[in-house]
């Protein structure tokens, strides 16, 4: 019986997430004590903000919509009660995707895995399943027992209806009844769980637990911590983490070549998979990890991609700082909400992109580009050369930085003063080169200019569309070793002014230097800054106060074969933000953050970290 088959038997505990996977797996997301992963969550200080007694009546009315939307429907459906779960987590949450071995064209060469050790609660678990096998078999639905190395699991088949997302969310589009019928005989969903010891597995695939089920009774398959490509990451970056996460690029991307060419989806396509992973390099990327750890003092994060730097990937290289200071200059002023430098050398990157579209790019599609920027200029002079104009004067320095929108609106807080510089050794010529390269997309709008503290700024905009309002354009000047760009011409002329006004900087900034350490300082090349308290406030108070659709928020309306474009909308009506408090209620939960990127020898690293609130520190 099946029943009978859940029973626990006692055994040693179950190993780390490194240990159980098997070598060839392909991803792993895991907390590998789950106790611990949620104490360093539960102290976050946007974890604080959600339990914030002011949070409440907000939450309370989300989290109802949730429940009866969404979690409720599906509990009947799967004959489960979430909440008989609560606690049941003790050690390891896991959820993997592991290889298959494929008997037909057909077949799923990938499936997806859970697991979650118990250890204490295993008889609560045992419960809990025997429940949910009788109510499937009292409702009459499809199901089968089976044994995988000796340990009895159970099979549901899941009909599409009881996992319908359409029905979950409120869509009201009843579905045709003759796909529907089809859709039942041939996507039914099979979720195979079982217990093995303390562990719960869960997965689409019977192959899968079995390789997990080998590993945990130390049998021969060899162990993901013996993957040299995961090794590489688990010692200096995901060993102390309490959640991490870890993509075996390299396999992966074989894998997609694989399917790609076996099916003959790019057959018809001017550029193959394999062209296209042998131009950019990115077959060289060997691994993606993201790791996280919880100081009292902050809390840091880091994705780090993987690959030798004699294979560093071209289009990697297009992005590649050089280890230059990336602090932010003097005249950076201290009300900056956000801030970003790039040690980037743009000519290089120029050549390096060229090279590889020559790879990637049809001969006369390339033609055709090269044939726009050489006629580029020539209308005022013959020997006007754009490309040599732009590649001989662009520097390595590209800066960015914003301040809080000027006013309370939507509109405001999607165009906020924002100063864009890009560093020339010749900024006047480069400028020059900027009013022919607008001429192109602008299609020959005239570009004004203006006197200004003995400076030039020009200013470009679009052709107006009939019956549509003006845009705004941009305007541009050459100061400081720097061709200067915004959409709002008060910001730039504050950037012209500042060599003589001094601003109080934002690098006088208390704390800066001290969070900038967490990431590995300001000389990696690449160091941004953001305010959260700053950039938080105005999209906080406009959203309680307004009314607003996703169309708003994105600026354009959703397309109308989105095929979700009607779920988002009903998941936005969930949320009541008139019922939220304001913000200065809950400022004390928003402080500043900094990043930081940079290469190795190894890969390619982004750091970030966020300093606790001063008002959360004990």
Sequence with gaps: MALAALCVRAGAAVPSPEKLLPKDTLLIATAPDWGKAMLFSTNQPYAKLWHDPSMKPFKDKLMEKFTTTL??????????????????????????????????KTDDVVAAILLVDTKDHA???????AQVIKKWSDAGKTMKSQKIRETDFTTLFISPDDLAWKKLVGGDKPADPAD???AKATNKIEITFGQSDSLLLISSSTEAIEKVLSRQAGGMIPPLE????FAADYGPR??????????????????ITKAVAQSGGDADSPVHMDTILSATGMGSLNSVSFSYKHYPEGDCAQVFLAMPEDKRPALLKIFAA??????????????????????????RSWKTLEGMLNDLVPPQIMAQINMVFGMAGKDKDEHYDLKSELLNNLGDDIISYQKAPKGNTLEDIKSPPALYL????????????????????????????REFLGRKIYHA???????KPAAAGVSFSASGGYLALAGDASILEEYLRSSDTKPKALMDMAGLADAAQKVGGMGTGLFGYENASQTIRPIFEVIRKQNFTLSDLLGAPLPPDLPIAEQLESFRQWADFSLLPAFDTIAKYFYFSVYAGGFSPDGFSLKAYMPTPPQLRQ
């Design 461 to 467: 905009a679009p052709p107006q569309m009939e019956g």
């Design 123 to 129: 008889g609560q678990l045992k419960t809990n399943l």
């Design 322 to 347: 050089d280890a230059k200071d990336s602090s932010p200059p003097s005249f950076v002023p201290a009300d900056a909400v956000q801030f970003m430098r790039w040690r980037l050398n743009m000519g």
């Design 71 to 104: 979690v409720k429907p599906l509990e009947q459906s799967l004959g489960i009660k979430f909440s008989d779960y609560e606690g049941l987590a003790q050690g390891q949450v896991t959820f993997a995707l592991v290889p298959l071995v494929p008997k037909n």
């Design 238 to 255: 995901l060993r102390e983490s309490p959640m991490y996460f870890w993509l075996n690029a390299k396999t992966l991307l074989d894998f």
């Design 180 to 182: 529907a019928d089809a």
């Design 422 to 449: 890009i560093g020339s050794p010749n900024p006047e010529k480069l400028a020059a080169a900027h009013k022919v390269v607008l001429a192109i997309p602008f299609q020959g709008a005239p570009i004004t200019d």
């Design 226 to 229: 013996e993957s040299p490509t």
